[in-house]
C-alpha cells in the first residue's frame, strides 16, 4: 500500500499556478524548500475534479490526530467574546514569533524615526555630506520598513492559523513560507492601502475647502454633503477588502479572487443575527483597535489639539492658522512619550491581525 502512495503523481497549486506532476519525494522537497504549505490545494494528477490541501496528502506532513487536535481550519462559531479571548492567548502563546515579525516592520521604521528626528531639529543648519547621508538613510529605513509589510502581513496569517490549530511554528520556517507570497500580497497592499489613501486624501481636502470657505454657506454645505459620500466610500471599500488578506495567503488565492472572496465572506451571513454576521464583527474588531490607537495618541498631542481648536474658533485667516500649527508642531521637537507610545501600539498591532484571522476561520463557509 505504501509503494503505491510512492507512485501517486500530484498537482499542486501554488500562488494560482499548478505545478506537477510530482511523485512524494519531490513533495517532500518543496516541502523543505518552503514551496509548499499545508493549505495549498493539491489533487490527483487522474483526478481533475477533487482538491484537498497538502496537508491531507499521505505522508507528505505530519499526521494530525482528530480526536486531540483540532481541525486545519477550525470552524468552531466563537462569539465575538470568545474570538478576542483567544486573539489574546494565541498572540500569548506565540508572542515571541509575532514579536520577530513585528521587528521586520518596526526595527526600520524606529531607526528612519530617529534619524529624521535628527534631522528635523538640525535643518537650521546648512546641508553638508553628513546631512545627505543621513536623509538617505532615513528613507532606505522607511522603504525597507514598506518592503517587509507584505512578508508581516503574511506571517501573521500563517502564524495564527497554526497556533489556533494547536501547532508549533518556528520564525525561521514561517519566513521562508511567507517570501513566496510576497508579489501577490505586496500588489495587494499597493491597491488597497492606496485606496484607503486616495480617500483620505480626498476628506481632508474637503475639509480644507470647509477652512477656507467658513464664512459662505453654500460653500460649507456642498463641502459637507462631499464629506458624507467619502465617509459612505471608505466604509463601504473597507467593508469589501476586510479578509483580503486571509484569502490571499490562507486559501492561496490570486490577487482578483481574494478581493472577490473578501467582499462575499465580509457580506455573508444574512440569515444571522447582525450581531453575528461577519460584517458587524469585522466592524467592531477594527473599532476596538481604533479606539486603543486613539487613546494612545491624544494624549500627546493634546496640547498641540488644543491650540489648533483654539486658533480655528479664533482667527479667520487659514493660512495664519496653518502656519501657526506649523510652528508648534516644530517647537515641540522630538516627544519621547509619543514615540514610546507608538512603540506600544506597534507591539500590539498583531493582535488585529490575529482577530481576523479567527474570524476569517470562523466565518468561512
Known amino acids: 500500500m505504501i509503494a503505491v502512495c510512492m507512485e501517486e503523481q500530484w498537482i499542486v497549486r501554488i500562488l494560482g499556478k499548478e505545478y506537477g506532476p510530482a511523485d512524494l519525494e519531490t513533495l517532500h522537497e518543496w516541502k523543505r524548500e ?157 491597491f488597497v492601502y492606496g485606496v484607503f489613501f486616495l480617500l483620505l486624501g480626498f476628506a481632508v481636502l474637503i475639509a480644507g475647502m470647509i477652512v477656507v470657505g467658513a464664512n459662505s454657506i453654500p460653500l460649507i454645505l456642498g463641502a459637507l454633503t462631499l464629506l458624507v459620500i467619502q465617509v459612505w466610500m471608505f466604509g463601504r471599500f473597507f467593508i469589501n477588502v476586510m479578509f483580503w488578506q486571509q484569502f490571499a495567503v490562507l486559501a492561496d488565492s490570486p490577487a482578483g479572487d481574494a478581493l472577490r472572496q473578501s467582499k462575499e465572506l465580509a457580506r455573508s451571513g444574512s440569515d444571522l443575527p447582525w450581531y453575528q454576521r461577519p460584517m458587524w464583527r469585522g466592524v467592531f474588531i477594527s473599532s476596538l483597535w481604533i479606539a486603543f490607537v486613539i487613546a494612545l495618541s491624544v494624549g500627546p498631542e493634546w496640547s498641540l489639539i488644543r491650540q489648533y481648536f483654539h486658533e480655528i474658533s479664533n482667527s479667520t485667516d487659514p493660512q495664519a492658522v496653518l502656519q501657526t500649527l506649523k510652528a508648534s508642531s516644530e517647537a515641540q521637537g522630538f516627544n519621547l512619550t509619543r514615540f514610546a507610545l507608538g512603540l506600544v501600539q506597534t507591539l500590539f498591532r498583531p493582535l488585529l491581525g490575529i482577530a481576523f484571522v479567527l474570524l476569517y476561520l470562523d466565518s468561512e463557509p
Open 34 to 190: 518552503g514551496r509548499v504549505i499545508r493549505q495549498n490545494p493539491a489533487r490527483r494528477v487522474d483526478d481533475s475534479d477533487i482538491w484537498i490541501t497538502a496537508a491531507e496528502i499521505p505522508e507528505l506532513f505530519e499526521p494530525i490526530q482528530l480526536e486531540t487536535s483540532p481541525p486545519e481550519l477550525p470552524q468552531v462559531h466563537r462569539s465575538l467574546g470568545q474570538v478576542l479571548g483567544e486573539t489574546f492567548r494565541i498572540y500569548g502563546k506565540g508572542f515571541f514569533q509575532f514579536f520577530y515579525l513585528t521587528l521586520l516592520v518596526a526595527l526600520p521604521s524606529v531607526c528612519g524615526q530617529l534619524s529624521g528626528s535628527a534631522l528635523d531639529s538640525s535643518s537650521a543648519v546648512n546641508p553638508d555630506l553628513r546631512t545627505a547621508v543621513a536623509a538617505a538613510f532615513t528613507v532606505c529605513m522607511y522603504l525597507l520598513s514598506v518592503a517587509a509589510l507584505p512578508i508581516y502581513i503574511a506571517g501573521i496569517q500563517i502564524l495564527t492559523a497554526e497556533l489556533a490549530a494547536g501547532r508549533e511554528a518556528r520564525i525561521f520556517g514561517l519566513v521562508q513560507q511567507v517570501l513566496r507570497f510576497w508579489p501577490r500580497v505586496a500588489m495587494l497592499c499597493v
